[in-house]
């Protein structure tokens, strides 16, 4: 048993690491960095290009890897993204972080190649000495990790509680504005705290090479675990997740002396363990009556009233509201443009079945990222499991179809019927959690049915996973890809006839302010309840029609990290607009496809998802995304035609109803122009939001 918790200390360690850094850059600069995987993975990739590709000398490759290029990520990335984010939309900055995770691990590849790394080399010289201590044997790599986490732990308390640079972070994490006013710049401290993430993203990395390889979903699953103890912190306190991290590595390992071996069921359970972990701390948070929902970093009044605009939105930010508007005004007409070309698109390939196959694949992926717009979008919860909704329809369907002889259309049917009890049951469990709480738990569950269902060998049977096939009257490409057009349009509608609705005007209304809405009786908790269903429904139909054009589900097509790339290429185009998913859809099918045919080696095949992972980013400075920004200018153009130089159309985009600059409404005269926008949203929250709009 004592190797066991030897072991178990040691991945503990790693964990440890990987939660502190996330636990100070967020208490530091208010974002909880779900980039880390990826840090650590790109470290990890040049401590191996260097030491093993170009055979460097070790502890040169230590030095120049943890100490030069691993600060380096860390600053860069602050200056470049997360300095934008500290007072934005949580939604943003969750976003603009997947972004960075998605593009960073393409920039590795481009730079340091493609190998499968399953096991490599930490930081001690091969080969690895190792001892026995009271019969148990302990190398060398695992004596560097205790001595590394003990050195943090020292070097981290020496520091911040008996020096001026300790006493300048607990400062800037106390009150940003104060700090600035006594004299010391809060962007220095937060480089340097980024420049200490980043040391430890890339140790973690290197450190678990040996036993995780160096790939991105061990990273990602690696920052998944650590997520636990960040939970069991309340996102703040370092000791608690360090404490919490060895534990969770030591339940684990224990777990696999306990439990038989070579057991499906005995590898779901401690697989399970970071999951189980956050269950119970929020469990016994609100027992004690913790708020969970107020994850703003630190900072007092002074911070809150110079705050910008749109700091406590969870939602994206909101271009008025066209859900009241009719079908045929000249707004809704101008962004039908696009989705009318796009009906085209078939016949634009249809003389190629190889691009014709594309494009249908695209317009299936387009139905899945209508949930995306259903659950974020609308709901303005961020819920990072919907690809695991739509690869739990997809596998339902064809295990239906190949063991019981189902129609395919019915048992896409049932399977994304299926997702929706599940979309309602993860809802109940996390609509009273705070965003970025919603957003760990979800993350965590997609990751647990990666390992638990899709991993599982009967599941994916060969290469090809669980047979399927498309209906007789959709068995071409052309004609099944206006069959999922069909299913997109059909579901396009429904979504805006939703948001026309009476409950889709109380959506509006609980996204803009759900404090005021429940105020007003409206009730948020099972409207959001009844969005989780639909979206689930949806992702499911989408991913039975994606398995449907494949004609087998194989399960890894629906691993987590994958969802998390889709999610940036939706938000890069717009998260609510059916317009947008539709454009996703084709963007991510055809655009590898086109570098693919136009240009050789495997380096600009990354280019595709280095573009998604950047696009995501630029969230921070366009929230609504390139196709609503575009429409806005389009919108512009034709008012700017109509009213010749005379009256134009006044732009108003806001969050909430507080960050509206009523000045310049009132400056422009914008008034009349303003009220279809705010109407929609005041429909069902009260007229005093006109009012206020007014004022």
Same mark, same amino acid.
């Given at each position: 048993?004592?190797?066991?918790?030897?072991?178990? #200390?040691?991945?503990?360690?790693?964990?440890?690491?990987?939660?502190?850094?996330?636990?100070?850059?967020?208490?530091?600069?208010?974002?909880?960095?779900?980039?880390?995987?990826?840090?650590?993975?790109?470290?990890?990739?040049?401590?191996?290009? !260097?030491?093993?590709?170009? $055979?460097?000398?070790?502890?040169?490759?230590?030095?120049?890897?943890?100490?030069?290029?691993?600060?380096?990520?860390?600053?860069?990335?602050?200056?470049?993204?997360?300095?934008?984010?500290?007072?934005?939309?949580?939604?943003?900055?969750?976003?603009? !972080?997947?972004?960075?995770?998605?593009?960073? =691990?393409?920039?590795?590849?481009?730079?340091?190649?493609?190998?499968?790394?399953?096991?490599?080399?930490?930081?001690? =010289?091969?080969?690895?000495?190792?001892?026995?201590?009271? +019969?148990?044997?302990?190398?060398?790599?695992?004596?560097?990790?205790?001595?590394?986490?003990?050195?943090?732990?020292?070097? +981290?308390?020496?520091?911040?509680?008996?020096?001026?640079?300790?006493?300048?972070?607990?400062?800037?994490?106390?009150?940003?504005?104060?700090?600035?006013?006594?004299?010391?710049?809060?962007?220095?401290?937060?480089?340097?705290?980024?420049?200490?993430?980043?040391?430890?993203?890339?140790?973690?990395?290197?450190?678990?090479?040996?036993?995780?390889?160096?790939?991105?979903?061990?990273?990602?699953?690696?920052?998944?675990?650590?997520?636990?103890?960040?939970?069991?912190?309340?996102?703040?306190?370092?000791?608690?997740?360090?404490?919490?991290?060895?534990?969770?590595?030591?339940?684990?390992?224990?777990? $696999?002396?306990?439990?038989?071996?070579?057991?499906?069921?005995?590898?779901?359970?401690?697989?399970?363990?970071?999951?189980?972990?956050?269950?119970?701390?929020?469990?016994?948070?609100?027992?004690?009556?913790?708020?969970?929902?107020?994850?703003?970093?630190?900072?007092?009044?002074?911070?809150?009233?110079?705050?910008?605009?749109?700091?406590?939105?969870?939602?994206?930010?909101? $271009?008025?509201?066209?859900?009241?508007?009719?079908?045929?005004?000249?707004?809704?007409?101008?962004?039908?443009?696009?989705?009318?070309?796009?009906?085209?698109?078939?016949?634009?390939?249809?003389?190629? &079945?190889?691009?014709?196959?594309?494009?249908?694949?695209?317009?299936?992926?387009?139905?899945?990222?209508?949930?995306?717009?259903?659950?974020?979008?609308?709901?303005?919860?961020?819920?990072?499991?919907?690809?695991?909704?739509?690869?739990?329809?997809?596998?339902?369907?064809?295990?239906?179809?190949?063991?019981?002889?189902?129609?395919?259309?019915?048992?896409?049917?049932?399977?994304?019927?299926?997702?929706?009890?599940?979309?309602?049951?993860?809802?109940?469990?996390?609509?009273?959690?705070?965003?970025?709480?919603?957003?760990?738990?979800?993350?965590?569950?997609?990751?647990?049915?990666?390992?638990?269902?899709?991993?599982?060998?009967?599941?994916?049977?060969?290469?090809?996973?669980?047979?399927?096939?498309?209906?007789?009257?959709? !068995?071409?490409?052309?004609?099944?890809?206006?069959?999922?057009?069909?299913?997109?349009?059909?579901?396009?509608?429904?979504?805006?006839?939703?948001? @026309?609705?009476?409950?889709?005007?109380?959506?509006?209304?609980?996204?803009?302010?759900?404090?005021?809405?429940?105020?007003?009786?409206?009730?948020?908790?099972?409207?959001?309840?009844?969005?989780?269903?639909?979206?689930?429904?949806?992702?499911?139909?989408?991913?039975?029609?994606?398995?449907?054009? &494949?004609?087998?589900?194989? =399960?890894?097509?629906?691993?987590?990290?994958?969802?998390?790339?889709? #999610?940036?290429?939706?938000?890069?185009?717009?998260?609510?607009?059916?317009?947008?998913?539709?454009?996703?859809?084709?963007?991510?099918?055809?655009?590898?496809?086109?570098?693919?045919?136009?240009?050789?080696?495997?380096?600009?095949? $990354?280019?595709?998802?280095?573009?998604?992972?950047?696009?995501?980013?630029?969230?921070?400075?366009?929230?609504?995304?390139?196709?609503?920004?575009?429409?806005?200018?389009?919108?512009?153009?034709?008012?700017?035609?109509?009213?010749?130089?005379?009256?134009?159309?006044?732009?108003?985009?806001?969050? @909430?109803?507080?960050?509206?600059?009523?000045?310049?409404?009132?400056?422009? &005269?914008?008034?009349?122009?303003?009220? =279809?926008?705010?109407?929609?949203?005041?429909?069902?929250?009260?007229?005093?939001?006109?009012?206020?709009? @007014?004022?």
């Amino acid at each position: 048993m004592l190797s066991y918790v030897i072991i178990g #200390l040691a991945a503990g360690s790693i964990y440890a690491l990987a939660s502190a850094s996330m636990v100070v850059t967020y208490a530091s600069a208010g974002i909880l960095n779900f980039a880390f995987g990826s840090m650590a993975y790109f470290v990890a990739r040049f401590f191996y290009w !260097a030491n093993q590709g170009h $055979q460097w000398n070790l502890a040169l490759s230590a030095i120049l890897a943890l100490l030069v290029v691993a600060p380096a990520v860390g600053v860069i990335l602050y200056l470049g993204v997360f300095r934008f984010l500290r007072n934005k939309a949580t939604l943003v900055k969750i976003c603009a !972080a997947i972004g960075v995770s998605v593009a960073l =691990p393409a920039l590795a590849i481009m730079l340091f190649g493609d190998p499968a790394i399953t096991a490599a080399p930490g930081l001690a =010289p091969i080969p690895v000495k190792s001892w026995r201590i009271l +019969g148990t044997a302990i190398d060398l790599d695992t004596v560097i990790i205790y001595a590394f986490l003990i050195a943090v732990v020292l070097a +981290g308390t020496v520091v911040m509680k008996f020096t001026d640079v300790g006493l300048k972070v607990r400062a800037v994490v106390s009150s940003e504005a104060l700090t600035s006013l006594s004299g010391t710049n809060p962007n220095r401290v937060a480089l340097g705290v980024w420049g200490v993430s980043g040391l430890l993203a890339g140790a973690a990395g290197i450190m678990s090479g040996p036993t995780r390889g160096i790939e991105i979903g061990a990273m990602t699953s690696l920052m998944a675990s650590a997520f636990a103890a960040v939970v069991a912190a309340k996102l703040r306190n370092i000791g608690v997740a360090v404490i919490v991290a060895l534990g969770m590595g030591v339940l684990t390992s224990l777990l $696999q002396y306990w439990l038989p071996e070579n057991s499906r069921i005995s590898t779901a359970i401690y697989q399970s363990v970071p999951l189980f972990i956050i269950v119970i701390f929020l469990v016994y948070f609100m027992i004690r009556g913790t708020i969970l929902s107020q994850e703003a970093s630190g900072g007092g009044a002074l911070d809150a009233a110079i705050k910008p605009a749109g700091g406590e939105s969870a939602g994206v930010a909101q $271009q008025g509201s066209a859900d009241k508007l009719s079908l045929l005004s000249p707004r809704q007409l101008v962004s039908m443009v696009p989705m009318a070309l796009m009906l085209f698109v078939p016949f634009i390939f249809e003389g190629s &079945d190889y691009w014709l196959g594309l494009a249908a694949r695209g317009i299936a992926l387009a139905i899945i990222f209508l949930s995306f717009s259903l659950v974020t979008g609308d709901g303005g919860m961020i819920w990072l499991c919907q690809i695991t909704f739509a690869g739990g329809g997809g596998l339902i369907a064809a295990k239906l179809y190949t063991d019981h002889g189902f129609h395919p259309i019915v048992a896409g049917l049932i399977g994304a019927a299926l997702m929706l009890p599940v979309g309602v049951l993860i809802g109940a469990l996390t609509i009273r959690l705070g965003d970025l709480y919603v957003a760990l738990v979800t993350l965590t569950f997609g990751l647990l049915i990666d390992k638990i269902i899709f991993e599982d060998p009967k599941y994916a049977p060969g290469l090809g996973g669980v047979q399927f096939a498309r209906p007789e009257f959709a !068995a071409t490409n052309f004609r099944f890809a206006y069959f999922a057009l069909a299913v997109f349009c059909v579901l396009g509608l429904f979504i805006w006839n939703l948001r @026309r609705s009476t409950t889709g005007l109380a959506m509006t209304g609980a996204r803009w302010s759900e404090t005021s809405a429940r105020m007003l009786g409206l009730r948020t908790v099972y409207l959001k309840l009844l969005l989780a269903g639909i979206a689930a429904f949806v992702a499911g139909l989408g991913g039975a029609m994606l398995t449907m054009y &494949d004609k087998s589900n194989d =399960p890894f097509t629906y691993s987590t990290f994958a969802g998390l790339v889709w #999610l940036a290429v939706l938000v890069t185009s717009g998260v609510r607009s059916i317009t947008a998913a539709l454009l996703a859809g084709f963007g991510f099918t055809l655009m590898p496809a086109l570098f693919a045919d136009h240009l050789s080696g495997a380096t600009w095949l $990354q280019v595709p998802t280095l573009l998604f992972g950047l696009g995501a980013i630029g969230l921070a400075t366009n929230p609504d995304g390139v196709v609503a920004m575009h429409g806005r200018q389009l919108m512009h153009l034709i008012f700017g035609v109509l009213f010749k130089g005379g009256a134009t159309r006044v732009d108003v985009r806001v969050e @909430r109803l507080d960050d509206i600059d009523t000045d310049a409404v009132l400056k422009a &005269d914008a008034a009349p122009l303003l009220a =279809p926008d705010v109407s929609a949203a005041a429909a069902d929250t009260g007229a005093h939001m006109v009012t206020e709009a @007014r004022r």
